[in-house]
């Protein structure tokens, strides 16, 4: 059984935005706004993603700038071989290099001794076609560049000559074929008038940045110029070479985003278990890891709400202990009367004296089972507190019913309950079957004070003096009133003061003890007083309980 106290205490630390019996805690809005700002309300799941994506936002980004490099490149090349073939084109259409007047044609002995004297090739290739598209000179030949790849080195005499492998041979072949009619499609498409620019793969299968642009003489086409640039593939290598210091920097994000989870996640997990394993095995009382607590995401959340439901299992744990060290003193008592009672019975000698050990006898036992019944209930709330869901209970029906009940059953000599205020709906959160336990225990207990002709009060009514709990549910008796110095102590497990003339054995102690704790577990307060006259004197006791309406639970 959890006591007040723990109870206050586990509301304390409830996590902002959690409930306790359906109403939001002062946290919530709090809660909500975290949510918002950060990663479904999650620390570690923000810090998480952002690693992430921070890693793979470097990659992309790295590529992403290295494409439009690649693309920039190209493009620069492109422009620049098409400048330079425009300006050949010209020169090639306009000085003189044309025979045949009025029908023009390309001379390819002059248009090759120009290129040889007026173009030098440095990392780049010249091919100039006829009208027919026929090559007429290619750089490569009417300079000292010498295509191709470098030979192998020369061999020792006598070695075998190796023969090229036919698949091999067949690949160049094919490869070679695709060059030229790409070629020759370029070529064509210039034949037409339209200059072209575009990527391709050679002959050697490099791939080349070529441009092809007719050349004319006035609007008459007399040929094709082909320039390429072949160093395509080295810019490429050299554009991976760059992609390394991204990817790099994307791997140490990666890892260092591991790192962290390491630190900030998995050991204090592991930190909470080791503790949680403390205090399984009992070397511990509660978890308690303050670097921990401290922390402001869900680490520090679980470790606080750890610390917490092991507090409050301990603070439960004491309780228990001290109602068990109650109990055994309350039926210590009926007990030690029992036996001795037992032990005199041999030695009575009158009918009248053992009568009367009978009587005791029989109060004794009426005592003791009363006992064991209040205190196997009192041990099954927290088990039924904790297992009922709280739904919404009309606490003005809930009274009427009871009072009703209690009219039906009135027996001669008894006080009569009566309703007094309070018939509208009035809705709190709770289980009906133990809010209908406190008032039938008040209810009972103002009936025992209650002298002959006096009667039992109850009301319900709304009061502003506490905002948080404003519906009071009152319970008035005509009685003798209770000590100014036990107002709380009649509250207090196996507290009794009766009035002379009540039955012996007939009250425990637990009814009022019950009911306080079943009132804090739904939000509530209790507490007792004193009705008193204009002048001063006590006219009955009167107990109070206030509870919030359903949906303000604190």
Same mark, same amino acid.
């Given at each position: 059984?959890?006591?007040?106290?723990?109870?206050?205490?586990?509301?304390?630390?409830?996590?902002?935005?959690?409930?306790?019996?359906?109403?939001?805690?002062?946290?919530?809005?709090?809660?909500?706004?975290?949510? %918002?700002?950060?990663?479904?309300?999650?620390?570690?799941?923000?810090?998480?993603?952002?690693?992430?994506?921070?890693?793979?936002?470097?990659?992309?980004?790295?590529?992403?700038?290295?494409?439009?490099?690649?693309?920039?490149?190209?493009?620069?090349?492109?422009?620049?071989?098409? @400048?330079?073939?425009?300006?050949?084109?010209?020169?090639?259409?306009?000085?003189?290099?044309?025979?045949?007047?009025?029908?023009?044609? &390309?001379?390819?002995?002059?248009?090759?001794?120009?290129?040889?004297?007026?173009?030098?090739?440095?990392?780049?290739?010249?091919?100039?076609?006829?009208?027919?598209?026929?090559?007429?000179?290619?750089?490569?030949? @009417?300079?000292?560049?010498?295509?191709?790849?470098?030979?192998?080195?020369?061999?020792?005499?006598?070695?075998?000559?190796?023969?090229?492998?036919?698949?091999?041979?067949?690949?160049?072949?094919?490869?070679?074929?695709?060059?030229?009619?790409?070629?020759?499609?370029?070529?064509?498409?210039?034949?037409?008038?339209?200059?072209?620019?575009?990527?391709?793969?050679?002959?050697?299968?490099?791939?080349?940045?070529? /441009?092809?642009?007719?050349?004319?003489? /006035?609007?008459?086409?007399?040929?094709?110029?082909?320039?390429?640039?072949?160093?395509?593939?080295?810019?490429?290598?050299?554009?991976?070479?760059?992609?390394?210091?991204?990817?790099?920097?994307?791997?140490? /994000?990666?890892?260092?985003?591991?790192?962290?989870?390491?630190?900030? !996640?998995?050991?204090?997990?592991?930190?909470?278990?080791?503790?949680?394993?403390? !205090?399984?095995?009992?070397?511990?009382?509660?978890?308690?890891?303050?670097?921990?607590?401290?922390?402001?995401?869900?680490?520090?959340?679980?470790?606080?709400?750890?610390?917490?439901?092991?507090?409050?299992?301990?603070?439960?744990?004491?309780?228990?202990?001290?109602?068990?060290?109650?109990?055994?003193?309350?039926?210590?008592?009926?007990?030690?009367?029992?036996?001795?009672?037992?032990?005199?019975?041999?030695?009575?000698?009158?009918?009248?004296?053992?009568?009367?050990?009978?009587?005791?006898?029989?109060?004794?036992?009426?005592?003791?089972?009363?006992?064991?019944?209040?205190?196997?209930?009192?041990?099954?709330?927290?088990?039924?507190?904790?297992?009922?869901?709280?739904?919404? !209970?009309?606490?003005?029906?809930?009274?009427?019913?009871?009072?009703?009940?209690?009219?039906?059953?009135?027996?001669?000599?008894?006080?009569? /309950?009566?309703?007094?205020?309070?018939?509208?709906?009035?809705?709190?959160? #709770?289980?009906?079957?133990?809010?209908?336990?406190?008032?039938?225990?008040?209810?009972?207990?103002?009936?025992?004070?209650?002298?002959? #002709?006096?009667?039992?009060?109850?009301? %319900?009514?709304?009061? #502003?003096?506490?905002?948080?709990?404003?519906?009071?549910?009152?319970?008035?008796?005509?009685?003798?009133?209770?000590?100014?110095?036990?107002?709380?102590?009649?509250?207090?497990?196996?507290?009794?003061?009766?009035?002379?003339?009540?039955?012996?054995?007939?009250?425990?102690?637990? #009814? %009022?003890?019950?009911?306080?704790?079943?009132?804090?577990?739904?939000?509530?307060?209790?507490?007792?007083?004193?009705?008193?006259?204009?002048?001063?004197?006590?006219?009955?006791?009167?107990?109070?309980?206030?509870?919030? &309406?359903?949906?303000?639970?604190?």
């Amino acid at each position: 059984m959890a006591s007040v106290t723990a109870i206050a205490k586990a509301d304390r630390n409830d996590p902002p935005g959690d409930t306790v019996a359906g109403e939001a805690a002062p946290g919530k809005a709090a809660r909500l706004r975290r949510r %918002l700002v950060h990663f479904g309300g999650s620390r570690l799941g923000a810090l998480i993603l952002a690693l992430n994506l921070l890693s793979l936002l470097i990659l992309f980004g790295g590529a992403l700038a290295l494409n439009e490099w690649k693309r920039g490149l190209v493009e620069a090349k492109q422009e620049s071989l098409s @400048v330079q073939a425009e300006l050949l084109s010209n020169v090639l259409g306009q000085l003189g290099i044309t025979r045949g007047e009025p029908r023009p044609e &390309l001379d390819a002995i002059q248009a090759s001794k120009w290129l040889r004297d007026n173009f030098i090739p440095t990392g780049q290739r010249a091919r100039l076609y006829d009208i027919d598209g026929l090559p007429v000179t290619d750089s490569y030949f @009417v300079t000292e560049a010498i295509p191709g790849e470098a030979l192998p080195p020369a061999r020792p005499a006598g070695t075998p000559v190796t023969r090229p492998d036919a698949a091999v041979t067949r690949r160049t072949t094919e490869r070679q074929d695709r060059a030229a009619a790409a070629l020759t499609h370029e070529v064509d498409l210039a034949l037409a008038g339209q200059p072209q620019a575009g990527v391709r793969v050679s002959e050697s299968g490099d791939r080349v940045v070529s /441009v092809s642009v007719p050349i004319r003489h /006035v609007e008459k086409v007399l040929g094709v110029l082909t320039l390429e640039a072949g160093d395509v593939d080295a810019i490429l290598a050299a554009q991976r070479r760059a992609l390394m210091p991204f990817a790099l920097v994307a791997l140490v /994000v990666s890892l260092l985003s591991s790192l962290l989870l390491h630190l900030f !996640v998995a050991r204090p997990v592991l930190r909470l278990a080791a503790a949680a394993d403390q !205090v399984r095995l009992q070397r511990a009382r509660a978890i308690s890891l303050p670097d921990l607590e401290g922390r402001r995401d869900e680490i520090g959340d679980l470790a606080r709400s750890l610390e917490t439901m092991t507090e409050t299992l301990s603070d439960r744990m004491d309780a228990i202990e001290r109602f068990a060290a109650d109990v055994s003193h309350e039926i210590k008592n009926p007990l030690t009367s029992i036996r001795s009672a037992l032990e005199t019975l041999p030695l009575v000698k009158t009918e009248a004296q053992r009568e009367r050990l009978t009587t005791l006898l029989q109060q004794d036992v009426r005592r003791l089972d009363r006992l064991i019944t209040d205190i196997s209930n009192a041990s099954r709330l927290d088990a039924e507190l904790s297992r009922d869901r709280p739904r919404p !209970v009309d606490v003005a029906t809930l009274l009427s019913d009871i009072v009703s009940v209690y009219a039906a059953s009135l027996k001669p000599g008894e006080a009569p /309950v009566r309703l007094t205020a309070g018939t509208e709906p009035a809705m709190v959160s #709770g289980r009906d079957g133990p809010m209908g336990q406190v008032f039938r225990n008040l209810i009972d207990n103002a009936r025992s004070f209650s002298p002959a #002709g006096g009667e039992v009060r109850v009301s %319900l009514a709304r009061d #502003g003096a506490d905002p948080q709990r404003p519906l009071v549910v009152r319970v008035e008796d005509d009685g003798p009133g209770i000590p100014d110095d036990n107002l709380e102590t009649v509250f207090e497990r196996f507290y009794t003061s009766r009035p002379k003339g009540t039955a012996f054995g007939s009250n425990s102690g637990l #009814g %009022l003890s019950i009911v306080r704790q079943i009132v804090a577990a739904h939000g509530g307060s209790v507490r007792a007083e004193n009705r008193t006259g204009p002048d001063g004197t006590v006219l009955g006791a009167r107990f109070e309980v206030a509870l919030p &309406l359903a949906g303000r639970q604190t």
